[in-house]
């Protein structure tokens, strides 16, 4: 079934929001940045990261790239809590499965984590030169026709933590095509800077969710490709809630607002990993139109659901390539009880 289709057969029920969720004298909603780390706790994490980076660099690349394999295994035999947690995802997104097919595909997502760690360490010695190597277009021809399409324009990319969401953007930057990522600041400023110093290392810029809204204004004049992830739990007044397989998910309505006010053409794209090695290859989706009926909340909910759905399409492709150990069902609607 195409993407298109996907979206199209849930827009319908989700044009309006549902009564148990539609906004009701909403404030203004407020991004604030994440409450710091500081002290001890924050250096030793600080420490942890650079080891672990400096761990991987220190092998060749095919080999670090093997023991982030045999890291994410072990990963998952030994983590409980966060195996308790993406079981529980699973049966939700997929409650037609059994729970070996629900454990082969969390192995393979933690093995996929595993891969990108070792892939975000080597990721520094990927040029303009290599990068075919590692990650090519499925359709490069496409990708030119669509950047004539918004050179005058900019655009908005849909994406999200799905295969290895870090080397996306990278890969961009080294085919000559550096995007804006918006970004939000983690607890620990050292290891925020340290991620921050990768993903910019080619000429991407990240942008900080406190300030999106201006910052993302001021890149679309640019004519700059804007990249959003659609599939984290919203907490607070940030989040509507939309169906994400079986269960209503808060959702930010980040993107489709921009989307609304910007007017610009909002484009999905992935990388899907390979068989589980290192090639990837970029996919890209046909522009996505916001949904557009002069009723500001309901757009803002039907646009939300619409984006939602394509990447839960995505998600339904390549089971393993999404981040199944993430709370994404936390936050619940008034009166339902907790998931976690």
Request: charged share 25%.
């Amino acid at each position: 079934m195409a993407v298109e289709d996907v979206a199209s057969r849930r827009e319908g029920n989700a044009a309006l929001p549902p009564p148990s969720v539609e906004p009701r004298g909403r404030k203004k909603k407020v991004i604030r940045p994440a409450r710091e780390k500081k002290g001890a706790l924050a250096r030793c994490e600080y420490l942890l990261v650079l080891g672990i980076l400096s761990f991987f660099r220190l092998l060749p690349f095919a080999l670090a790239f093997r023991v982030g394999e045999f890291l994410g295994g072990l990963f998952y035999l030994c983590d409980w809590p966060h195996r308790r947690i993406g079981l529980t995802n699973l049966a939700l997104a997929f409650p037609h499965k059994s729970a070996a097919e629900h454990r082969r595909i969390l192995r393979a997502s933690l093995l996929n984590l595993g891969r990108l760690a070792a892939e975000f360490s080597h990721m520094h010695t990927l040029t303009k030169d290599n990068i075919g190597e590692r990650v090519h277009f499925a359709d490069f021809t496409q990708w030119q026709e669509l950047l004539t399409r918004v050179q005058h324009s900019g655009a908005l990319i849909l994406s999200g933590h799905f295969g290895n969401w870090e080397l996306l953007g990278y890969a961009h930057a080294c085919y000559g095509f550096p995007v804006r990522i918006i970004h939000r600041r983690l607890h620990n400023a050292l290891v925020d800077d340290v991620i921050v110093r990768e993903r910019e290392r080619r000429g991407n810029k990240v942008i900080r969710k406190t300030t999106a809204g201006l910052e993302v204004f001021r890149a679309i004049r640019q004519k700059a490709l804007v990249v959003a992830a659609v599939d984290q739990n919203a907490s607070g007044r940030m989040g509507v809630f939309v169906p994400f397989f079986s269960r209503l998910a808060s959702t930010s309505t980040g993107l489709a607002g921009l989307a609304l006010a910007a007017d610009v053409p909002v484009v999905p794209a992935f990388l899907i990993r390979e068989n589980g090695s290192w090639r990837h290859r970029i996919e890209v989706l046909p522009p996505v139109e916001p949904v557009r009926t002069g009723n500001q909340e309901a757009d803002l909910y039907a646009t939300t659901a619409k984006f939602t759905a394509i990447f839960q399409h995505m998600v339904e492709q390549h089971p393993d390539h999404w981040l199944w150990i993430h709370q994404r069902w936390k936050r619940r609607p008034d009166g339902e009880a907790p998931i976690y």
